[in-house]
């Protein structure tokens, strides 16, 4: 008898989430809304979509896998934008992500091999706090999307996702990330993001910004290698977009200019003002943890 105690309160411990000054009993993935402080650890499982609700916490601790399943009846309701077809995360209070270099905290789908858009993201919606640090995204429809947030993204890998940081009316800072093989890696509308020394490469699109973009501040990226485009202005974009002391690539003018899609090919969209232009890489743009 006191052995199968034993095995009970193991199998029981095993299942527990931590939340704040006490713990959680979770017998299966998460579903609906959170409404209570929370620390994960270890694999948590998401299913459909799952709000983090105005005024909650969630701390993720490094090492920490979100694994997104395939939603299960009626628990993928919201689709339309600014929402994704799959499992997401609504986060409308805070997410705390810091994860180590030894201890990266993990966001994919439940299939490794899944294609991109396999979940929908996570969903920032008047967040006032969320904070990723040494994360992985892969496999997500549009990985990080705010919405009058206030966001903060440095070491970060973003791979394998049809967008991997998608934000309008945002106080957004994107910094020494890597963020590569996507379809898109940025794209945004309004303000107002400060992006500074990533490594943005092997794209099919480093950036799309879809309609008038204000506040910004874009420089010291290595934006390179992108398979169709490194920057596209959408047609609300009428004024021009600065983006100098960035590395294209390149160091010759005319070749930078055959990777832009922008006023320079349709007469109603502004011009990417790119000079002056980096000459070289710049030696730290990107993570210090993966190369």
């Known amino acids: 008898m006191k052995f199968a105690k034993l095995l009970i309160s193991a199998i029981l411990a095993a299942a527990l989430v931590s939340t704040s000054g006490c713990s959680l009993l979770r017998p299966g993935p998460l579903t609906g809304v959170l409404e209570r402080d929370m620390v994960w650890r270890g694999k948590i499982a998401l299913r459909g979509d799952v709000v983090i609700a105005k005024g909650v916490t969630v701390t993720v601790a490094p090492g920490t896998e979100i694994i997104f399943l395939a939603p299960g009846p009626g628990e993928d309701q919201l689709t339309d934008h600014p929402h994704f077809p799959g499992s997401e995360l609504i986060v409308r209070g805070r997410i705390l992500a ?3 270099p030894a201890a990266p905290i993990v966001f994919r789908g ?6 991109p858009g396999s979940w929908g993201g996570i969903n920032l919606q008047e967040c006032p706090e ?5 994360c992985r995204f892969t496999q997500a429809d549009s990985a990080v999307h705010s919405q009058e947030s206030t966001v903060y993204v440095e070491q ?7 967008v991997a940081l998608r934000f309008h009316t945002s106080e957004i800072l994107i910094e020494h990330n890597l963020i590569r093989n996507n379809g898109t890696a940025i794209r945004f509308h309004f303000g107002a993001p ?3 020394n990533n490594e943005i490469r092997d794209n099919d699109k480093g950036f799309f910004i879809t309609s008038f973009p204000r506040d910004y501040h874009i420089e010291s990226n290595n934006i ?7 920057v596209v202005l959408g047609e609300e974009v009428p004024g021009d977009v600065g ?3 960035n590395y294209w690539g390149h160091t010759e003018a005319a070749l930078i200019e055959q990777s832009l899609f922008d006023g320079r090919r349709t007469g109603y969209l502004g011009r990417v003002l790119f000079a002056p232009w980096a000459r070289s ?4 743009a990107g993570t210090s943890w993966i190369r």
């Open 130 to 134: 969320a904070v990723f640090a040494f």
């Open 110 to 115: 439940a299939d490794p091999a899944a294609a």
């Open 224 to 230: 390179v290698a992108s398979r169709r485009y490194s």
């Open 281 to 284: 890489p710049i030696v730290d």
């Open 98 to 100: 810091r994860g180590t």
């Open 243 to 245: 983006m100098a002391r």
């Open 156 to 162: 970060s890998l973003f791979e394998n996702n049809l």
């Open 194 to 196: 400060v992006i500074c």
